[in-house]
């Protein structure tokens, strides 16, 4: 085993554009102390340089030709084509090459996050930078979301790297029977930093309103939506009015959500962008975060919300339930796209606000006795560092 690694970060995009990898990257930095040096070779973009320093990490990027449109096709605010992805995805392969060489001979290990495209990039020139390599599967990207034509070249990774590890245990299990990856997974679950995260003590709950929460990138697979027309739905049918949602972020379903609000005011806000301080003041006053998305690889947002001791309402599926289950301390939801089911959680809720507190304190219990956290995750990481070197 070494210590004091140096360890290669592969990832198609980094700083400044936002994702939920970015984020552990840096979680993980941060919290290893100094125990691993990180160097991230990453996509360049318009008006970003070849090289920057960011908070300690250095940042190499390599020249992608394709349109910049094209290659911010996974933020989800830009429609593009598969054939311009697979196009993007070529020039990544090729013209990252050089630098993993270069770069890869001085660092003791390769962490590749998401094993297309840059995982092949990593293994075809591995013969010259000679490096033990890992790959990250953090799920919407890499595995849920692409056709299972990707599926072939995706275990042609994962079988060539030393190590895989999965955000969630559910990500683990499909990625086996799907793939049909024999090789052990090692399931590291993305952490929050709970002494950042948590309630702030002069802020208090309306005794009288439900109050909900939402932070997201806006895009339909998220069903932001759907808690709107279940609002509507119990304001006109049961003439409850005493609950307000609040709406943080940004994306292609602002405009749509916007006519929405416009139309009971009193009760859907719109906050856009949201500072982090701004987020845990909005999270500790909410009763109740909501995620009802299609797709996620293990939500942070959520544990973020479970440290803030609010409860939850989730889609049961892969990825989104995990942070929840067994913890009593919030609903999940199957279809999210059902309305009335959602009008239905709501109800319940509304008149049992004192049961919806009381399974927020036990959100942050969950969070903290199952080891969801920043420290918990970066020192797994670090353990399988070493494994590999």
Not at 284 to 296: H, I
Not at 330 to 339: A, C, H, M
């Amino acid at each position: 085993m070494q210590e004091n690694l140096k360890v290669l970060m592969i990832i198609p995009t980094f700083w400044p554009r936002q994702g939920g990898a970015q984020m552990v990257i840096k979680k993980i930095h941060d919290k290893l102390e100094g125990k691993a040096q990180f160097t991230v070779l990453t996509r360049k973009y318009k008006n970003t340089p070849y090289q920057e320093k960011i908070e300690d990490i250095k940042i190499h990027r390599y020249l992608n030709p394709a349109p910049e449109k094209w290659k911010d096709y996974a933020t989800g605010t830009k429609k593009v084509k598969t054939w311009q992805i697979i196009v993007v995805a070529f020039f990544d392969t090729l013209c990252s090459i050089p630098k993993i060489v270069k770069l890869g001979k001085k660092h003791d290990a390769i962490h590749i996050h998401f094993p297309l495209p840059l995982g092949i990039s990593a293994i075809l020139s591995r013969f010259l930078h000679k490096k033990p390599m890992m790959t990250t599967l953090h799920g919407n990207a890499d595995i849920y979301e692409p056709s299972k034509f990707f599926y072939r070249p995706t275990a042609f990774v994962l079988k060539r790297v030393n190590g895989i590890s999965a955000v969630s245990q559910d990500l683990n299990d499909f990625t086996k029977e799907n793939l049909k990856v024999k090789k052990d997974i090692t399931t590291i679950r993305n952490g929050v930093d709970v002494d950042y995260y948590k309630p702030i003590p002069d802020l208090k709950k309306d005794n009288n309103t439900l109050r909900i929460f939402s932070i997201c990138r806006l895009v339909p697979r998220k069903h932001v939506d759907t808690i709107v027309k279940a609002i509507n739905l119990l304001k006109e049918q049961k003439n409850i009015t005493n609950i307000e949602y609040y709406i943080g972020g940004t994306g292609s379903e602002l405009g749509k959500l916007e006519k929405m609000a416009a139309n009971n005011p009193s009760q859907i806000k719109l906050t856009g962008y949201l500072s982090e301080e701004d987020k845990i003041k909005e999270l500790t006053l909410a009763d109740l975060f909501v995620q009802l998305s299609t797709r996620e690889g293990f939500s942070i947002s959520n544990l973020e919300a479970m440290a803030c001791e609010t409860a939850s309402i989730v889609t049961n599926i892969i990825g989104v339930r995990e942070p929840i289950m067994g913890g009593n301390c919030g609903y999940l939801l199957d279809d999210p796209k059902d309305v009335e089911a959602t009008a239905k959680i709501l109800e319940e809720a509304v008149n049992n606000l004192d049961k919806i507190r009381e399974m927020g304190k036990q959100a942050r219990k969950h969070v903290i006795e199952n080891q969801y956290t920043e420290k918990s995750m970066a020192e797994k990481y670090y353990q399988l560092y070493q494994s590999i070197t």
